[in-house]
């Protein structure tokens, strides 16, 4: 089955505990990106990534890093997270040979900093 | 920078009834427009999308227009049902060829009332 998956799903964690949120896509896809979704601000994308060892920032990009070491795993890291953390994150992956140029996206991850 | 406006931010109807919401772009380039529907606790899946060569495309009960001129999108969603209540995302981006940065706007929150 064609898919993305995040892990973990739920995540609470204490300011400045270092923290890492998989990604991982099963559809050889060459671009993958990472949205923060909040209340009245849609999703707003983190970084994303063209290919293996290809990434570049987003919108909201401090406080985050990612890496592309492989074409299915696109990995979020925060180093030093804090509360404006907070929120529900997904990973979503898509195909320049796509007809459509549709996002796939992942089940989310909502984390919470305290 | 590229910015997409959403309204309204909230809509409840009656069952039967038809919705309509509104989108707005900033980047006159953008001519690839999708919609994006998010079921509580879910991921958001691409239900339409329109590109800038057309006008207006349907897909049963829904349909999306579009005003290259106004720099305008709207969804219309007719004889809703229970099952249409959803958070639903406008986007918009350059393009569908490489990779093209989707700019979504803050979501919209259909309720469905039988």
């Known amino acids: 089955e064609a898919q993305v998956t995040q892990n973990p799903r739920y995540l609470i964690t204490v300011t400045g505990k270092k923290l890492t949120v998989t990604c991982s896509q099963n559809?050889?896809?060459?671009?993958m990106s990472w949205y923060r979704q909040d209340p009245g601000l849609g999703l707003r994308q983190i970084y994303y990534s063209m290919n293996v060892e290809v990434t570049d920032k987003g919108d909201v990009p401090e406080g985050y890093k990612v890496s592309r070491k492989e074409k299915r795993n696109f990995p979020l890291i925060l180093e030093s997270p804090s509360p404006n953390q907070t929120s529900l994150y997904f990973c979503?992956?898509?195909?320049?040979?796509?007809?459509?140029?549709?996002?796939?996206f992942g089940p989310g991850t909502r984390l919470t900093v305290l | 920078g590229e910015n997409v406006e959403q309204h309204p931010s909230t809509l409840s109807v009656q069952e039967g009834d038809s919705a309509v919401i509104k989108c707005t772009y900033s980047?006159?380039?953008?001519?690839?427009f999708p919609w994006y529907k998010q079921e509580l606790g879910k991921r958001p899946q691409l239900i339409i999308d329109?590109?800038?060569?057309?006008g207006e495309k349907k897909d049963q009960r829904i349909a999306v227009t579009l005003n290259k001129t106004a720099k305008h999108f709207s969804l219309h969603i007719t004889e809703t049902q229970p099952e249409d209540s959803a958070v639903y995302f406008c986007?918009?981006?350059?393009?569908?060829?490489?990779?093209?940065?989707?700019?979504f706007g803050a979501g919209t929150r259909l309720a469905v009332h039988p």
């Open positions: 329109i590109r800038s060569n057309v």
């Open positions: 979503a992956s898509s195909s320049p040979r796509s007809p459509h140029n549709e996002q796939f």
């Open positions: 559809m050889n896809h060459e671009y």
């Open positions: 980047d006159s380039a953008s001519n690839y």
């Open positions: 986007a918009a981006s350059r393009g569908s060829g490489g990779y093209n940065k989707l700019i």
